[in-house]
């Protein structure tokens, strides 16, 4: 690959990171990162040292753009739903055979997507829990909720991202048994339900966060999203730890 | 993870140290790239700061009033054919930041003099 593909890689990607997010940082990043791709083809980088810088700064892209989004425009919504279709993409793209052989055949595959999707699943829910408790009016009630969030949500998502990958290539390395495993369809169904779950909070209620932000009591409507959410999470693992004790 | 108000984390702490040594060279400001390559040199590392990572670091310190940013002239980069930069300059807060840091014993990942990096 040519240094000159590699920049469009990470143009590529600072697009994608960056289409939610208000115009101005949006434009900002967009034009920052643009000229120091141009630097670094102008220097001389090899194509490998421009990956690297996109690769090794991928964490710190999507955390970054969760806690700079606007969560109440409409890019945002667009970007989610993208983000989901290219999911659903991939995951389709996975269960093709010859994705599904290089799965099963290597020793390792399926150990380390295992390990990678309890890791991805603690934190996930691990970084998720504390928002909850404070919806719930459980915990932390002296915690503004905005401020919780913005602590806590940027590494539930990553820990989401690893969760679903890894789930993805676990499901390639087997998907005619998966799909006809019921809890399969379940635990999936389930996870469409907490993340439509999250998504209704971070896009909707929270427009109106700054009436409720700091009170300690939240409205009943916000408390039923924290409660949702933990009932939801925990039907997940369990459905999760059932899927090998049923189907075929 | 939460901090102590007011403390570095040693890529912060590198960046306005590579700041200071680039001043010293007469540099008074400096983009993201020339900053990256300045840290690679004063560390003897082999890649340059992630993309992310490095942004992300400039921007939590031009928030902490440690560095200050404006975007060039546009007519400098219509001239010259290339992007418009970012310029970047370190504020005396970042200076005392350094020095601060320094006595209390955090890391310092770039040396104040490396003369080492023209600007590229």
């Not at chain 1, 966060?209 to 009932?231: C, F, K, M, R």
């Not at chain 2, 890529?11 to 008074?28: F, K, N, T, W």
């Not at chain 2, 007519?75 to 006595?103: E, F, H, K, M």
């Amino acid at each position: 690959m040519s240094p000159r593909a590699a920049a469009g890689v990470a143009r590529w990607w600072t697009r994608l990171y960056t289409a939610g997010l208000p115009v101005d940082l949006r434009d900002a990043r967009r034009a920052e990162v643009e000229s120091d791709l141009w630097e670094s083809v102008a220097d001389g980088a090899p194509s490998r040292h421009i990956l690297a810088r996109v690769a090794l700064g991928l964490a710190d892209d999507l955390t970054w753009s969760l806690t700079v989004m606007d969560i109440s425009t409409r890019d945002t919504a667009k970007w989610s739903v993208g983000s989901l279709l290219v999911l659903l993409l991939s995951w389709l793209w996975l269960s093709q055979a010859p994705q599904s052989a290089v799965m099963r055949e290597s020793t390792w595959a399926v150990p380390v997507a295992l390990i990678n999707h309890l890791v991805g699943l603690v934190l996930l829910v691990g970084m998720r829990l504390p928002l909850d408790l404070r919806l719930m009016g459980w915990a932390f009630k002296g915690v503004p909720v905005s401020q919780l969030a913005s602590r806590t949500v940027p590494l539930a998502l990553v820990g989401g991202i690893v969760t679903i990958v890894s789930g993805m290539a676990l499901y390639a390395a087997d998907p005619a048994r998966m799909t006809s495993n019921p809890m399969f369809a379940f635990k999936i169904a389930v996870l469409a339900a907490a993340l439509m779950n999250a998504w209704i909070f971070h896009a909707v209620l929270a427009r109106r966060i700054t009436d409720w932000d700091s009170a300690e009591n939240l409205p009943a409507i916000v408390q039923a999203s924290g409660y949702t959410s933990v009932l939801l999470w925990i039907t997940l693992i369990v459905a999760g730890r059932l899927i090998g004790f049923t189907g075929n | 993870m939460r901090r102590k108000a007011g403390s570095l984390v040693p890529l912060e702490i590198a960046i306005c140290s590579a700041a200071l040594a680039l001043r010293e060279r007469g540099i008074e400001q400096f983009h993201g790239y020339l900053i990256a390559k300045e840290l690679k040199d004063a560390s003897d590392a082999k890649l340059l700061t992630a993309y992310g990572t490095l942004y992300r670091a400039l921007g939590r310190l031009e928030q902490m009033g440690l560095m200050t940013s404006v975007w060039e002239d546009p007519q400098i980069p219509a001239d010259a054919n290339r992007p418009r930069r970012r310029l970047y300059a370190i504020t005396p807060d970042g200076q005392t930041a350094v020095a601060t840091a320094s006595a209390a014993g955090q890391p310092e990942a770039a040396p104040l003099a490396v003369p080492r990096v023209s600007e590229a």
